[in-house]
């Protein structure tokens, strides 16, 4: 199986930074990485796929980088609806596996 | 606009099968275009992929739930379903349906969720 391990495991940042998540496979993934976000009691969103896709409709303040086994997620300038957990998600081998999360709070 | 949305019994007894069905709507579970997901998450804890189900009956499990989970269509109620046998106290979490789009191999479009609990 293919491990996920993203750092840091939580952010403490304020409106307006810039936040960078990084995650890491286990072996070679190609592209096959996509990063969803997490409000809490909610079910997660897809922001990103193929590793730097933007998904319809999530703000180009959200970008991904990365290819093999590095991957990042940087959130350019943080606004209030961003403070959320963020999820990386291999989907190059089964069984597909996400990442333990990033949490990102005030 | 599609939307999921998962059903089932929120508690579950201990050795005994744990059911959810997914319905699908706006849009048609048949489209060879998606793939139908299901996810899980532990209280406080991360996401497991679970397995999914493509149109022609196919699917893919984790292998952590070995044999115990089973993952069918319906395609006349537009709905996909989950079956996880043998259920312990391990497995009560929030479970998700999800539609995986073929094309970008991400999970595009979630149910809200239901918690399923294992107790006695």
């Known amino acids: 199986d293919i491990q996920m391990t993203q750092s840091p495991s939580s952010i403490s940042a304020s409106v307006g930074d810039r936040v960078t998540i990084t995650c890491r496979a286990s072996?070679?993934?190609?592209?096959?990485l996509a990063w969803y976000q997490q409000n809490p009691g909610k079910a997660p969103k897809l922001l990103i796929y193929d590793a730097t896709r933007l998904e319809s409709g999530v703000p180009s303040r959200f970008s991904g980088s990365g290819s093999g086994t590095d991957f990042t997620l940087t959130i350019s300038r943080l606004q209030p609806e961003d403070f959320a957990t963020y999820y990386c998600q291999q989907a190059h081998t089964f069984p597909f596996s996400f990442g333990p999360g990033t949490k990102v709070d005030i | 606009q599609v939307q999921l949305q998962e059903s089932g019994p929120g508690l579950v007894k201990p050795s005994q099968t744990l059911s959810l069905t997914c319905t699908v709507s706006g849009g048609s579970i048949s489209s060879g275009s998606y793939f139908w997901s299901w996810i899980r998450q532990p209280a406080g804890k991360g996401l497991e992929w679970i397995g999914r189900i493509f149109i022609s009956g196919d699917t893919k499990y984790n292998p952590s739930l070995k044999s115990r989970v089973t993952i069918s269509v319906d395609t006349s109620n537009n709905q996909f379903s989950l079956r996880l046998d043998s259920a312990t106290a391990a497995d009560t979490a929030v479970y998700y349906c999800a539609r995986e789009a073929v094309a970008v191999a991400a999970l595009d479009s979630w149910g809200q969720g239901t918690l399923v609990t294992v107790s006695s």
């Open positions: 072996h070679h993934i190609s592209t096959w």
